[in-house]
């Protein structure tokens, strides 16, 4: 099992918006294509209150480079992106993790 932490930085006064397409399309979508929705966040106290922090799930790498190429590539997705960005881009900035569970971790 692959996991990836993804963090979206969101642009000016987007979040909301933002967590609309994840809530309404994005999530569907990576189903859809076998991507594993594991958790979102947002910050609660300390922290930017600009971030969604959230971990996808893979099989494997050959699987994660499956699922991705069929999403980015789904008109679907394409669609909900251009209408939820019909006034401006939603985020400012993506970083992208791939992390590994530890032999201690509570969660396996």
Known sequence: MIHE????TATNGRMNDLMA???D???????KHGIQN???????????NDEL?????????????QAWAAFGSDPDWNKARSES?????????IENRLITM???SPLQ
């Open 102 to 104: 530890t032999d201690f």
């Open 25 to 31: 399309h994005t999530m569907a979508l990576f189903e």
């Open 53 to 65: 922090w959230y971990i996808l799930a893979f099989e494997d790498a050959n699987q994660r480079a």
């Open 5 to 8: 932490l993804r963090i979206y």
């Open 21 to 23: 397409r994840f809530r």
């Open 38 to 48: 594991v958790a979102y966040w947002r910050n609660s106290i300390g922290g930017r």
């Open 85 to 93: 960005e019909a006034n401006g881009p939603l985020v400012d900035h």
